[in-house]
């Protein structure tokens, strides 16, 4: 039963969607209608996003604070809940939103990679009957990426833009602590984030490289998609 929901709410909609912008595309492009799907999903989920990266730079910036409140209150954990909770609602900080937010678009995603690997081939028992179904479709993107098959330069390029996206969603790295200081979780936490800076980019090389050159040109659209956001939300911040 939740399979055919997922399908019938998620996956069905998107892969006739993908179907439909690859006959309207200029030469049939199946390259060209995962580049404007990916778009389109993202605009549409961006006023979620927007909110809960909104969230994220404010965090940022209560950071000091709420670790005066944590090291204030270490001893009452009460208390210093209702304290970090006071501090949230004068600042209009939901730390839940990000959450929710990765939630809601957990099925979208997984089905925008399905719909990128089944449009490959056309299956006709999804489309619906008033989607056009097109007598081709273009695998080849640029003339030179198959996107049925792994194309390493496109797999270097997303990992080069989730390095990009990470440095700037990531807090700016911290004076390392005195070894014989005691570190703290905070320490800890900032450590990972540094390492996830040059780990995850090569992980996401590596994945890129063992998938379809459909779902690395996804994943480049969507990092190029969220660079782009970090950006904006920043210069908005500073003015």
């Keep these: ?12 909609p998107l892969y ?16 060209g209608a995962i580049i404007v799907l990916t778009l389109l999903v993202k605009l549409i989920l961006l006023p979620l996003q927007h909110k809960a990266l909104k969230i994220q730079k404010k965090l940022k910036i209560l950071e000091p604070q709420l670790t005066a409140v944590k090291k204030l209150h270490q001893n009452d954990r009460a208390e210093q809940a209702k304290k ?9 900080v939901n730390p839940l939103t990000t959450f929710w937010t990765i939630l809601v678009q957990i099925p979208i995603v ?34 030179l990426v198959d996107l049925t098959k792994s194309f390493f330069p ?16 990531l807090p700016a790295k911290t004076p390392a602590v005195n070894s014989n200081q005691t570190k703290s979780p905070q320490d800890f936490a900032r450590n990972l984030q540094s390492q996830m ?9 590596f994945a890129a490289s063992t998938l379809p050159a459909a779902i690395s040109l996804y994943w480049l659209t969507s990092n190029l998609f969220a660079i782009g956001h970090e950006i904006i939300i920043r210069r908005k911040l500073r003015s």
């Design 110 to 143: 997984l089905a925008l990679f399905m719909a990128f690997r089944s449009g490959a081939t056309l299956h006709s028992e999804f489309l619906y009957s008033f989607t056009p179904s097109p007598e081709s479709i273009s695998l080849i993107w640029l003339g």
């Design 1 to 12: 039963m939740i399979s055919s929901l997922f399908r019938q709410i998620f996956f069905n």
């Design 16 to 31: 006739n969607l993908l179907i439909a912008l690859s006959v309207f595309l200029p030469g049939h492009s199946f390259g």
């Design 197 to 205: 800076r040059y780990t995850l980019p090569v992980f996401v090389v």
């Design 84 to 92: 970090i909770m006071e501090l949230y609602r004068a600042h209009g």
């Design 154 to 169: 496109l797999s270097l390029l997303v990992g080069v833009s989730q390095f990009i996206q990470l440095h700037l969603s």
